[in-house]
Every structure is written in C-alpha cells, then in structure tokens.
C-alpha cells in the first residue's frame, strides 16, 4: 500500500506513517498541521507538534506502533 501524501524532497508516497490525527483548536489548524507532520515522520513531527502550544498528536507508524505528543495521555 501507499500513502497519498507526496513527500516533496522524494517525489515519492510518504513511507513510515500510517496514520496521523491532529488535535487542535480548530478544524483548519489540524489540516494544515497534517500533511507536514506526516512528511516529517515520527520523531520530527512529534517534536514539531510538542513545540506548539494547544496542538496534539497521535501518530501510528507503519508497524502498528502508537506515537503521542507529550500532551496526550492514551492509558
């Protein structure tokens, strides 16, 4: 399978990422924050997504692995 996000550096489908969900004060903030996070893959776009204050993530890599943002709690 391949990801219908393009990454611009590759020209190629995003590979790591599975999924990306996006916590923000509004709708346009979270889709805007989407693409880059998931072209960034987990590290960096978790550490981008903790940089900004009132944005969460969850992001689940290509071996089913769950990624949170510092400010999400999934117990």
């Not at 990306?20 to 550490?47: C, K, L, S, W, Y």
């Not at 993530?57 to 949170?68: P, S």
């Amino acid at each position: 399978k391949y990801s219908h996000t393009i990454n611009p550096k590759t020209g190629l489908p995003v590979m790591g990422v599975k999924s990306v969900t996006i916590i923000a004060p509004n709708a346009e903030i979270a889709d805007a924050m989407a693409t880059p996070v998931t072209i960034m893959g987990v590290r960096a776009g978790i550490g981008l997504v903790n940089q900004v204050e009132h944005l969460a993530c969850i992001m689940i890599d290509d071996n089913n692995k769950v990624f949170t943002s510092k400010n999400i709690n999934l117990k």
